[in-house]
């Protein structure tokens, strides 16, 4: 009987620890804005860092890509029009990661202090229960662990 209340305290603990984490990060992620500026006018990709004072324009890093699609109608079987069209797929990808920016909106450190506590004291409650197993169980190994090595400490005197 008191394993189960015990095991459903623990259950309550866990999706309490669930419901501020996620409560927390929706707070937190409503807060930023993302912004991107790769396709816009006069825009540049600068994959690392500043070269010569400028990066890639937007539209020079669709280049490789279609001259990969375009080698994969002449030699369909070759494995270089795939390597220069997956080699350009990436580029483009690396391209908008790199414009993208990401801005923390200004709030109130009440509402930030908020923030903190719900995400890390939530995930704080739901590591508790799946790593320590609980708040009881470590009670109850304790004592089977006593008891075990008692018995074997019997065991080696017969």
């Known amino acids: 009987m ?15 620890g669930l419901a ?3 409560g ?7 807060n930023v804005v993302i912004e991107t500026s790769l396709w816009g006018s006069n825009s540049r990709v600068d ?9 890639i324009p937007s539209g020079m890093i669709t280049i490789p890509f279609i001259i990969g699609i375009v080698l994969l109608f002449f030699a369909p079987k070759s494995i270089w029009p795939k390597i220069v069209t997956g080699l350009g797929l990436l580029i483009i990808l690396l391209g ?4 993208t920016t990401l801005r923390f ?10 923030m903190v506590i719900l995400i890390f004291g939530g995930a704080a409650m739901v590591l508790r229960i799946l790593l320590m197993g609980g708040y009881s169980e470590g009670e109850e190994k304790k004592k089977n662990k006593s008891q075990s090595v008692d018995d ?7």
Do not use: P, Q
């Open 96 to 99: 908008v990661i790199s414009s």
């Open 20 to 22: 501020m984490c996620a």
């Open 105 to 114: 909106k200004a709030t109130s450190s009440f509402n930030y202090i908020l």
């Open 24 to 30: 927390g990060l929706y707070l937190f992620l409503n």
């Open 152 to 158: 074997m400490l019997d065991e080696m005197k017969k």
């Open 2 to 16: 008191e394993n189960r209340n015990n095991a459903g305290r623990d259950l309550g603990l866990f999706l309490l």
């Open 47 to 55: 994959f690392f860092g500043t070269i010569g004072g400028g990066g």
